[in-house]
């Protein structure tokens, strides 16, 4: 339950009730300062001196009249007890509360409290985001921090989703930290920065448990079930992955949680499972549909319990198959090695011996003997009939069922018969007793049994019979593919809204014709850079697509190849970096994993020196393929971990300014895309990503892969070192920022997008339909360039700029958004055909996907536990690409916002407009690539896939040619769809 703060708690009765008036003014009070709290109180004083005034009707409900008093009669002056009139006594009320005001003029307020330090060294750390915003505001984590290093963390600022709203008067939300002595405030902000490093995940899983929700209806139904071998009790009741359960709650919207022990749910306040036997907890907001979901759930147990019934009768029939067994060859062992003697005259005869067959007659009976073989072919004494089921019941069996007595019967007429024959066959027919030894046990256990089972009804089916039962499971899957592929073909109307119209070939030829007669939109691209700034910049990733026009387009807007170093393993291919090594640019081949040479090549002298500088870092390692917790430290090593190391080695040379290419797709939601027949289409089908980070992913799976959960945790890093002191000889501020482009980046150069399109020729698509943004790479540089002009702005102290520091912004082309089969007629036009896209079905893609997965995780697996990796391939080639994760990214409609962006500066925004829209930035694209101008080593050349799959391509040139190519859109190859950086 909330409680006032410390320093609230020390003020008097009466101005705490007028200070804290409900509820809602908790946060804030909360995140208020000191000197906010000074001039409340003030006001407070300034509203005693006037509460002689009449008071103004109350809509309080505690302050309404009682019942049978009049409302409107004039209110009487009261009295205080001692006497005096309510004018005297707000005048006392003014004298305390100017008492207080001058308490906070003068200083915190005196106390024993431990927070309350008389601070010569204070220091403020932004925590205006959500997730430090989460974790720094707890009053348990302030207080571990006191504890740890002794210096005092009080929360101040307001919390706003927008920087860009906060005032002087009310800045953006942070936390103070104060200390007596440089050490201990020193030991309190690393204390903060590695709080603010810790993993993202485990810390929105724990959730808020002081939290006060309101109590929803519930109902608690027990399974009732015991457990037996051969059946999963839980697995029963949720049905393969959850289905049951959640059909359950997508009917009544409810949640439905099976608990108890067993269940695998555990108890977040006793941390395991709740000692009591499995049950069913159903619970929602609407006691009529919790009270629909508990039938539903009873309708289920009903049929696991009957399915249960029938698993435990056959289980006790196979163990009594197996005791019959050892019984057997007990009894045989005892007949070789010591005889079998019948029992003596006056005794009763014993049960039959247990046995899938009557064992010989006892020895020293001859045969045709029929009245000693008559007490064994009569039948059994009651005391038998008790022996015997005392036998089997000493191994658990009910032997007051109806099956087993049925059973039993079986077995006493089986021998009955069998010693009513012996007794009428002729005399010396009978086999002497033999030393040999017993025959072995039966081979065939219960399980072979099953299995054997299996097989004989298998083998009654005719070939006919079989051939017609394979047939029909296959034309089933196919209806099924059919079904699903046109759920994932359709465009819904949520996305036809930002795309409203279709390319067609003929739009393509007009588009042609009008950048023909522009040279505007280039010299418009030119005009929409910053101007020069003359500083030194280390381009982090510069060898690569983004990075490598960058520092093209440092080197258009007049920057000096002397000022400019790129840090990369690879080499730069873009040729008109490449040109400007010769003229004095720097190249230093990092791994940016290694701490030590990276730092080195910050370090390392400039031809010329002095200058601020700014880091632009794009590097990244994009396995967009892998979603699974297992491989995500492949991820990290890169995006993660390399990305602290930049932050380190830009904050150690005293650069100023760092903006970092995160990725659109860290919004990404993953979904499901094999559905079931009453879905019509997946959930978050369509997304609308805009720069909100409540609504990115809360947990790893939600990611659509590894590469997005490490693109946000590389993304927090930056964002908290805003602010952040550089370790220069002028006590600089380092500030930083992050771009999230959204979608793939494609353009001239060797983009692995659409340009590897046009280097494979033929690019299998199932995913035309798709409404999807993209960012052309001039307007996406040009974004990173406005962010720059931005923190630079902020670094020189504009006030009419708002802070935009720490922030993250996503940016897509101008223009509607297009569909993938719009960007394929595009090309495929301007090729004349050859330039194609076959069509494949999704489904069938997604599912081969899921099993180049499982194969993937399998030697994984194999190769970390028992090192049987080499008895499994390796997957080589694209194909590695064709995985489920792949689809989560292309087969849903993106929309990227980036409204923000586009505000001019004086409004919180980077003033980025773009120049070029998606379909314009193919027409260059295409230009660039049939020119051959800077063709040679790009990443194109080598992208994707070369697969003909043996299709004509005259068909298609003729079909471009008679403009017959409007009717088909193909979709996307899966193999080089990159987000990104």
Not at 346 to 373: V, W, Y
């Amino acid at each position: 339950m909330w409680q006032p703060s410390k320093g609230l708690a020390r003020l008097p009765e009466e101005m705490r009730r007028l200070t804290i008036k409900d509820g809602r003014n908790r946060r804030r009070t909360a995140c208020t300062s000191t000197s906010t709290a000074y001039h409340d109180y003030s006001f407070l004083a300034e509203s005693f001196h006037s509460s002689a005034d009449p008071p103004k009707p109350s809509k309080r409900k505690w302050d309404e009249p009682a019942p049978g008093t009049d409302a409107t009669a004039p209110s009487k002056v009261a009295k205080a007890d001692d006497g005096k009139s309510a004018s005297e006594a707000a005048a006392a009320a003014a004298a305390i509360a100017a008492k207080i005001a001058a308490q906070f003029a003068n200083g915190p307020l005196a106390s024993g409290d431990k927070d309350a330090h008389d601070a010569e060294f204070t220091q403020d750390i932004d925590i205006n985001d959500v997730r430090n915003r989460y974790l720094l505001t707890r009053g348990s984590t302030q207080d571990q921090i006191h504890d740890e290093t002794g210096a005092s963390v009080g929360t101040r600022g307001v919390w706003y989703p927008d920087r860009s709203k906060a005032t002087e008067k009310d800045p953006p939300l942070y936390i103070h930290i104060s200390a007596r002595t440089k050490e201990i405030l020193d030991k309190a902000v690393a204390k903060v920065h590695e709080l603010i490093a810790m993993d993202m995940g485990s810390l929105v899983e724990k959730g808020d448990k002081t939290r006060e929700r309101r109590k929803w209806p519930e109902e608690k139904l027990p399974v009732g079930l015991e457990s037996i071998r051969n059946f999963n009790i839980r697995a029963k009741v949720v049905g393969p992955s959850g289905s049951f359960v959640k059909y359950i709650q997508a009917e009544t919207s409810t949640r439905v949680q099976i608990k108890g022990l067993g269940s695998g749910f555990i108890d977040q306040e006793t941390g395991a499972e709740e000692p009591i036997p499995l049950y069913i907890h159903i619970t929602g907001p609407d006691e009529g549909q919790v009270a629909r979901a508990k039938l539903l759930t009873e309708d289920l147990l009903l049929v696991v319990r009957q399915e249960h019934a029938k698993v435990q009768v056959l289980v006790q029939q196979q163990q009594m198959e197996l005791h019959h067994a050892q019984a057997q060859y007990a009894a045989y062992g005892t007949m070789g090695s010591q005889g079998y003697a019948p029992p003596p005259p006056s005794a009763p005869a014993p049960p039959p011996p247990p046995g899938e067959g009557p064992p010989p007659p006892p020895a020293g009976t001859p045969a045709g003997d029929a009245a000693a073989a008559a007490q064994y072919a009569g039948p059994p004494a009651p005391s038998d009939t008790e022996a015997y089921a005392a036998y089997w019941a000493a191994y658990g069996y009910d032997v007051n069922s109806t099956e087993f007595k049925e059973w039993q019967a079986s077995q006493q007429q089986q021998y009955a018969q069998y010693y009513a024959s012996y007794a009428q066959q002729p005399p010396g027919d009978a086999q002497q007793p033999s030393d040999a030894p017993p025959p072995p046990p039966p081979s065939q256990s219960p399980l072979n049994g099953i299995v054997q089972g299996y097989l004989e009804v298998a083998m009654s089916f005719s070939f006919s019979q079989l051939s017609g039962l394979l047939l029909g499971v296959i034309l089933l899957l196919v209806l099924y593919i059919r079904r699903n592929d046109r759920c994932l073909m359709s465009i819904p109307p949520e996305a036809l809204q930002f795309s409203p119209k279709r390319c067609t070939p003929k739009d393509v030829r007009i588009t042609a014709e009008r950048l023909a007669r522009l040279e505007s939109l280039s010299k418009k691209d030119h005009a929409s850079l910053p101007p020069k700034t003359g500083r030194r910049y280390i381009v982090v990733g510069g060898g690569g697509f983004l990075g490598s026009w960058i520092v093209a387009k440092l080197l258009e807007r007049g920057e000096k190849p002397q000022r400019i170093r790129i840090v990369d393993i690879t080499e730069p291919s873009n040729h008109v970096v490449k040109d400007a090594l010769s003229e004095g640019l720097q190249f230093h081949k990092v791994d940016i994993t290694d701490t030590v040479k990276l730092r080195a090549a910050f370090e390392a002298a400039w031809p010329d020196a002095g200058g601020d500088l700014t880091v632009f870092h794009t590097a990244a390692n994009i396995r967009f393929w892998e979603r699974h917790f297992t491989f995500f430290s492949r991820s990290t090593r890169v995006n993660v971990v390399g990305t602290q190391n930049v932050i380190d080695a830009a904050k150690a040379v005293g650069a100023s300014v760092l903006v970092y290419t995160s990725s659109g797709s860290v919004g990404v939601h993953s979904t499901r895309f094999l559905l079931w027949p009453w879905e019509k289409e997946p959930k978050r089908f369509v997304q609308v990503i805009d720069d909100d980070d409540t609504r990115l992913p809360q947990r790893h799976e939600g990611f659509f892969s590894n590469y997005a959960a490490s693109k946000i945790q590389a993304e927090a890093r930056v964002r908290a070192a805003d602010k952040t002191p550089a370790s220069d000889a002028d006590g600089g501020m380092l500030r930083t920022g992050c771009i999230r482009p959204g979608n793939g980046i494609f353009g001239p150069r060797g983009d692995m997008l659409c340009g590897a399109y046009l280097v494979r020729k033929t690019n299998p698509t199932w995913i035309s339909n798709v409404v999807q943004s993209f960012v052309y790479v001039e307007n996406c540089v040009a974004a990173h360039l406005c962010y720059e002009a931005r923190l630079m702005a902020l670094q020189a102290g504009d006030p009419a700029q708002p802070d935009i520091g720490g922030q993250a912004f996503c940016i897509a082309d101008p223009g509607p958004t297009p569909t993938y089969g719009d960007v394929y007629v595009t090309l495929a036009t301007l090729t004349k055909g050859e330039c194609h896209f076959p069509e494949f079905s999704a489904t069938a893609m997604l599912l081969f996907a899921h099993g180049v997965e499982a194969y993937y995780r399998a030697r994984h697996a194999l190769a970390t536990r028992w090192n049987f990796a080499d008895f499994l391939p390796e997957i080589k080639g694209d194909i590695i690409n064709l995985q489920p994760s792949l689809f989560a990214l292309t087969s849903v409609h993106l929309i990227f916002d980036d409204t923000r962006a586009r505000l001019p500066p004086e409004k919180g925004g980077l003033g980025y407009t773009g120049t070029w829209t998606t379909l314009e930035g193919l027409h260059k694209t295409f230009e660039e690539y049939d020119s051959g101008i800077g063709r040679s080593d790009t990443r194109s050349d080598v992208a994707g896939v070369s697969l003909s799959f043996g299709f004509n391509l005259k068909k298609w040139r003729k079909a471009a040619a008679e403009n017959k190519m409007g009717d088909a859109m193909p979709g996307v190859p899966p193999m080089e769809v990159l987000p990104a950086a």
